[in-house]
């Protein structure tokens, strides 16, 4: 028996073509070491690559990084740029104690609300960590209420991050070949993501959605923000902000995870397709079979696939859907009836995952 996509439709304005997209950014002030230049300036040219293009960005906090008089926070706010809670220290759901992590979101709704003079509207889960249990996920959705904080959901996640530290050592090392190469890969890596998060949407609820892009406050998207924009604006998309991309009826869905994996929202949303049992991702699985080596002119420090390295597209990673989907991939039924995940090889795009396996330890969402 074949699933039918469940459909979410949305009266598109004639005004208004084409697909559309949200840029948020995490991890604000600043992730990662100061730049020769100084983390003022390079805020400056990533907020001049957003206004330019008259994209409103939401930047979301990592409270415990606020310098005194939050000078940085304070130039995304005289660009009109909207900022969001990501918690005080950017504790783990899954792991930490469970009423830590429930004062580092209020110790930092606090203090955003007395930088920004008004209450901060947006919340984003370190990692996209929801909760591993019903328990510790109905706490933090308590909180938020509490609070009033939305999630500020996420459709195109990717792993951005991974290229950030190289970047930063290529930088630093004067080798402009190979922060220039990093750049490219960057963009033709967020590029695959989307037209990934595009297929997920049309083939899940039957038609693209407002998608909702995941970056940080890194030196590469600082100096690559212009590209990427321009890239994506030649595929076609219009910029939207976080509210209007919140509007879309998708992410009104329900939520159909509970895990320890941090999942796009097309993965998490109704019926929820989580990563296959015991996959952890590209990066640790071509470490296991030997497949992977290690750029030492770029200062990896990680074992990377050597298709990767060439910038080339990386072999398929599993995806899975939820026991209560009863059918595989190839439409066949369960015979078990609602237990058995089944698994659907995905494209994906250059360095690093597109579907929602686990990376290796340490990400930084």
């Not at 005080?88 to 930092?108: G, I, K, Y």
């Not at 609300?113 to 947006?122: F, K, L, Q």
């Not at 220039?180 to 960057?186: D, S």
């Amino acid at each position: 028996m074949l699933t039918t996509p469940v459909l979410v439709t949305r009266q598109e304005p004639e005004s208004e073509p084409g697909p559309r997209i949200a840029i948020t950014i995490d991890d604000l002030p600043w992730n990662g070491p100061a730049p020769a230049e100084g983390r003022e300036a390079a805020t400056e040219r990533l907020l001049d690559a957003l206004a330019s293009r008259g994209v409103v960005a939401a930047g979301f906090v990592r409270c415990a990084g606020i310098g005194p008089g939050a000078p940085l926070l304070r130039m995304w706010l005289g660009r009109g740029m909207p900022l969001g809670n990501h918690s005080e220290s950017h504790r783990d759901l899954n792991s930490a104690p469970l009423e830590q992590w429930l004062e580092d979101v209020r110790t930092c709704d606090s203090r955003l609300r007395e930088i920004a003079g008004e209450p901060v509207r947006y919340f984003r889960y370190p990692m996209l960590h929801q909760g591993p249990t019903p328990g510790r996920q109905g706490a933090a959705l308590e909180l938020l209420a509490e609070l009033e904080l939305e999630v500020a959901h996420v459709s195109v996640d990717n792993s951005e991050f991974m290229l950030s530290r190289p970047y930063e050592r290529a930088v630093a090392a004067g080798d402009e070949v190979e922060a220039q190469r990093i750049g490219g890969l960057l963009v033709d890596h967020i590029l695959e993501t989307v037209r990934h998060a595009q297929d997920v949407a049309r083939r899940k609820v039957g038609r693209d959605v407002d998608h909702i892009l995941l970056l940080h406050a890194t030196l590469l998207v600082s100096d690559h923000m212009g590209a990427l924009l321009d890239a994506l604006a030649a595929e076609g998309f219009q910029f939207v902000s976080l509210d209007e991309a919140l509007r879309d009826p998708v992410y009104r869905l329900p939520d159909g995870h509970t895990g320890r994996t941090g999942l796009s929202w097309l993965y998490r949303m109704i019926p929820a397709e989580p990563a296959c049992p015991g996959s952890t991702g590209w990066n640790r699985r071509h470490r296991k079979t030997g497949n992977g080596i290690t750029s030492r002119r770029a200062g990896f420090g990680k074992r990377w696939n050597e298709a990767a390295d060439k910038g080339s597209t990386l072999p398929s990673v599993p995806v899975c859907t939820q026991p209560h989907d009863v059918t595989g991939p190839r439409g066949e039924r369960d015979p078990a009836g609602a237990r058995t995940s089944y698994c659907a090889a995905r494209k994906k795009g250059p360095v690093g995952r597109q579907e929602p396996t686990a990376l290796a330890r340490g990400r930084q969402a």
